[in-house]
């Protein structure tokens, strides 16, 4: 109880999630008098980013450096206008489908939504939008990057959970598509609401040169997700193809990127990965610390006291989750979450550990909207000049959306699994 009152306290204090994990641990051995465990205390610390998974997260992180140095993303707006055609309320759906295709490269929602921010809210503004909702629907499309391969949650939940990242990616395709068509359904209702107007005919000649012109961007995601399912790459491998693949295309195809940007690229890409990675290894810490104290048995016998339904066991989690994802960011989430509650969901419910992993990271992603940490919320909110609670209130039906979409994941498994299981 010292060393959880202490944590809460590091947390309350303003300790960074990772400097705090850490201290837990030198809390609890100081509590308990183990001293003999500071000789493996480094071992902990440096075995916690011993995987091989883990060196995908700093290239797709290079890889979003680089699309967003070489014009990518701008080039994917056009081709969904292109895809689209003139539809009322076409911008809106254009937005969507250009962030599901950002979606599939990406994999960071904050990336993805400064990207997005500054690419199409002016051009919804320009056609006549509200601003706040052209800035709603712009953000609530960041929700797919966690989701849609490749994903960094999916990768720190594989290394965690000791699975493969990239059956991992498969089991969030069909998910990552439902939320799709959610959202596309709430577009339509606000749509109504708000009287979106209808999006110019683009001309054919136009139409073809905008498929051609983006061309190379779409090689991007098809390049990721092909030679993962094809058995061609892993996922490490297919980050690194993508990227090298990405500035390639910026600097001698659309030379809108100079040899003068990759340096900060890597610098920025490196400074990125690096917080992520140590939070990794402070993770390994706390599995650590709460084997030493067999909270997952002392759980798993609580959770058995009140239901012995998998599906009622999901439904409690999901509300868990939906609390934390308030007050905690999603990656330290998943490092607090994974190894007290997977070992229950696989040993006491048989739950198949894709479906906890595609659920987890689902719920999760709603928290990145969600005041009062919200860092996707803040993000959209700090790009365009609004109010976050004028933004938090507007995106409200699509995370209602996401709920129902969890509530489906719960009862049917095999939304997460039959893909994977199939390939």
């Excluded at 708000?194 to 995601?221: D, Q, S, W, Y």
């Excluded at 006291?305 to 330290?332: E, H, K, Q, R």
């Excluded at 507007?394 to 995370?399: D, K, S, V």
Aim: with cysteine; charged share 10%; hydrophobic share 60%.
């Amino acid at each position: 109880m010292i060393a959880a009152g202490s944590f809460l306290g590091f947390l309350l204090a303003g300790v960074p999630i990772s400097f705090a994990l850490i201290l837990l641990a030198l809390v609890y051995i100081a509590v308990t008098g183990n001293w003999i465990l500071l000789q493996s205390f480094p071992q902990q610390l440096f075995g916690g980013m011993e995987n091989y998974g883990l060196l995908a997260l700093p290239l797709f992180i290079l890889l979003g450096e680089f699309m967003n140095a070489g014009g990518i993303g701008r080039r994917l707006m056009t081709l969904a206008m292109a895809m689209l055609g003139s539809i009322r309320g076409g911008l809106a759906y254009v937005n969507l489908v250009a962030n599901m295709m950002m979606a599939s490269i990406l994999g960071s929602t904050v990336a993805q939504i400064t990207i997005m921010s500054r690419i199409a809210v002016p051009e919804m503004e320009r056609a006549g939008y509200p601003k706040d909702v052209s800035v709603a629907i712009t953000a609530a499309g960041g929700l797919l990057a966690p989701i849609i391969p490749p994903s960094m949650m999916f990768i720190i939940f594989g290394v965690i959970a000791q699975l493969p990242i990239g059956d991992l990616f498969i089991a969030g395709i069909v998910p990552g598509v439902m939320m799709f068509v959610g959202f596309i359904a709430v577009i339509a209702w606000l749509g109504r609401k708000h009287g979106f107007p209808a999006t110019e005919k683009m001309p054919v000649r136009a139409r073809g040169a905008a498929v051609l012109n983006a061309l190379p961007a779409a090689l991007i995601p098809i390049v990721i997700v092909g030679t993962i399912l094809g058995g061609i790459a892993t996922p490490t491998e297919a980050a690194a193809i993508a990227a090298a693949a990405a500035a390639l295309i910026g600097l001698f195809i659309y030379r809108e990127m100079s040899p003068a940007d990759i340096l900060p690229a890597f610098v920025s890409a490196g400074r990125n990965s690096a917080v992520v990675l140590f939070l990794i290894a402070a993770a390994q810490i706390f599995s650590w610390v709460i084997t030493f104290e067999n909270l997952p048995a002392m759980v798993a016998q609580w959770m058995q006291s009140l239901t012995a339904s998998p599906i009622l066991f999901l439904l409690m989690l999901n509300v868990l989750l939906l609390m934390l994802g308030m007050v905690v960011d999603p990656i330290p989430a998943i490092i607090l979450i994974v190894p007290v509650f997977l070992p229950v969901a696989q040993g006491v419910y048989g739950i198949d550990p894709f479906q906890f992993g595609v659920i987890i990271c689902l719920n999760l992603t709603m928290g990145l909207l969600t005041p009062p940490v919200g860092t996707g919320l803040f993000t959209a909110a700090l790009m365009s000049g609004l109010r976050a609670e004028r933004i938090a209130r507007l995106i409200m039906p699509f995370l209602a959306s996401i709920a129902l979409v969890l509530i489906l994941l719960a009862v049917f498994p095999s939304l997460s699994t039959a893909l994977k299981d199939a390939l």
